[in-house]
């Protein structure tokens, strides 16, 4: 492995994309995929005059916060283009240079000069490991903990196996994907522990995360709050076979994904679905995880109900109203049977 300082230089060297000296929009998931793409880009380039955009995991139409923003350069991380396409056809015709790089399925890419795209939907295939496909990178300790973020176990430790990374570094990455992960759920950034937007300001220092796990306090925080809701999720009511059903409270806010996860680890011929009771009401946030073993698209059956999208094996709703449930319970079944 090389020294960071090393790994650095040599990733500014080969980037393809340099930033300008106006002000350069990151705008990016605020999960671990999203994290971790972002950094790797950052470790590759002159950051000037940078601003960051982003926002819980499900908050993915940030564009619409950049809509007036004419002749800059934007590097979107991590948010599908299909949710965010009336903003970017705007900000591509006000002189936007635009590069992109996402892993959920989208219609409809744009393809005008100004545009950038690095999509891949394959199920292997995330965001971090677009960008340091891309980079052409020596160190892939970054993308590694963006696979394990987004339960890419098998893809994550493919990678780690051909760079001869040290096994006791695979497994602080593994964690560190997965409590990265986990502070990006919550129906707000009041929900998180940390503000995705200051979480990757506090990474960018550093070239290597095991650095950053040893010489920040982020992960002993998270591992703690992720424990204690894991314990708490052990309780959860279960509506169907595969079906489980949250509270509406901030700490089931938090694990829904992780305990999406967790399931979908321990039963991997099994579909699964995770439930959590919006505040103030009875609709639901939705997360469902298809068979790790099988071919059944997750995003299909999200995509039937609105707000619903994702990717093959990891897709969700964001809002689920009250008298869709029985429905979405029975297309679960009919699905996934």
Known sequence: MKEPSDFADMCRDLAPWRMND????????????GICAAQQLLLSETRKDLELIT???????????????????ITVLDIAVEKNHQSLQMLL??????????????????????????????????TSFLV??????????????GLFGDNMQPAAETLAKEFHLDPRALLQLKELG????????????????????????????????VQFIRETSVVATL??????????????????????R??????????????ANKIA???????????????????????????????????????LFPTGGGRVKAAGINHLLENMASRFVEEFKDHFK
């Open 132 to 145: 340091f496909k891309t980079l052409k990178s020596f160190d892939p300790s970054w993308a590694i903990a």
């Open 265 to 303: 680890r321990e039963e991997p011929d099994k579909a699964h679905a995770v439930l959590v009771i919006k505040p103030g009401g009875k609709d639901c946030v939705v997360s469902v995880r298809s068979p790790l073993n099988g071919r059944k698209s997750a995003v299909e059956l999200c995509c």
């Open 55 to 73: 926002g819980v995991k499900r908050d993915i139409s940030l564009l619409k916060q950049i809509e007036t923003v004419y002749d800059a350069d």
């Open 22 to 33: 106006m002000t350069n929009y990151f705008v990016f998931n605020g999960d671990a995929d």
């Open 178 to 209: 997965e409590l990265l992960n986990y502070n990006a759920y919550g129906n707000s950034i009041a929900d998180l522990y940390f503000d995705p937007a200051d979480l990757l300001g506090t990474i960018m220092p550093f070239d290597d995360p």
């Open 246 to 259: 949250f509270p509406d409270e901030k700490w089931a806010r938090r694990v829904i994904g992780i305990y």
């Open 93 to 126: 015709a006000q002189g936007c240079r635009v590069r992109y790089f996402d892993h959920h399925v989208s219609s409809d890419i744009p393809d005008p000069p100004n545009f950038e795209g690095h999509i891949d939907t394959m199920a292997t295939i995330n």
């Open 223 to 244: 591992r703690k709050g992720q424990e204690a809701a894991l314990a708490q999720a052990e309780f959860a009511e279960e509506l169907s076979p595969g079906i489980i």
